[in-house]
């Protein structure tokens, strides 16, 4: 197992395959282990430690743009973490599993992404991301996931990582209103740019305050009595 900045990555115990399609077959994948360079502390084989990564992935994607994404991915977790604090790890089943030490990253190429999330309900529908309910992995689109030489998460990985990871009991709000402005308080604060709040949802911070919203988004807090009346 080896730890790194905001995380570790586990070494998996088998291949992972496209979840709930038969006759799909496996997807074609290799077991990338992490640099032996990485600023990590390592604990037991060092050699085992890694991720799994397809093999049709985009060939500019060589070994150092794979531990540079991988460190990137690692702290939009650690900041997510910071976000919900350990409150949400504790009592979010979907921040439990992600941040379990079990938790085995796969990085996809598009294509192969394209054709894991088809075939796994636990995608949701335009995402990049997802947690697979059926075992223990994280997987991503890694080619659109992150972007530039020193990779930051792209806009479209930081709405995956936020709808991913809200409190389940979330799926029946009502309020529409309410959960969206809460998740761009989120995406906000995870570092995507150009969000802009309407009059409604200013005024909906300002009722509840961001940190309470940030609570119901990713623990499932109830918003604090004083604030409804």
């Excluded at 399609?21 to 282990?33: I, S, V, Y």
């Excluded at 740019?193 to 961001?210: D, F, M, N, P």
Aim: a positive charge; proline letters at 6%.
């Amino acid at each position: 197992m080896i730890f790194t900045r905001a995380g570790r990555t586990a070494r998996p115990a088998s291949r992972p395959s496209i979840s709930g399609a038969p006759g799909l077959g496996p997807l074609n994948l290799r077991f990338h282990r992490l640099m032996d360079s990485s600023p990590c502390t390592h604990e037991g084989n060092g050699q085992d430690a890694g991720l799994w990564l397809s093999r049709n992935i985009d060939p500019s994607i060589g070994p150092q743009a794979v531990f540079l994404r991988h460190l990137a991915v690692l702290d939009l977790l650690h900041n997510l973490r910071m976000l919900g604090e350990e409150a949400a790890v504790r009592f979010n089943p979907r921040m439990t599993r992600l941040y379990s030490e079990n938790i085995t990253h796969v990085y996809l190429s598009s294509v192969d992404f394209a054709s894991a999330s088809k075939a796994n309900r636990s995608c949701i529908p335009g995402a990049i991301a997802y947690i697979d309910d059926s075992c223990d992995w994280f997987v991503i689109d890694i080619e659109r996931a992150l972007e530039g030489s020193e990779p930051k998460p792209t806009a479209a990985m930081i709405e995956s990582l936020v709808c991913i990871t809200e409190a389940p009991m979330l799926l029946a709000a009502q309020d529409r209103s309410l959960k969206d402005t809460a998740r761009r308080i989120a995406r906000h604060a995870l570092g995507e740019s150009g969000l802009a709040l309407s009059e409604q949802a200013k005024i909906t911070v300002k009722r509840y305050g961001s940190k309470n919203l940030l609570r119901w988004l990713l623990v499932g807090t109830p918003l604090p009595a004083s604030a409804l009346d």
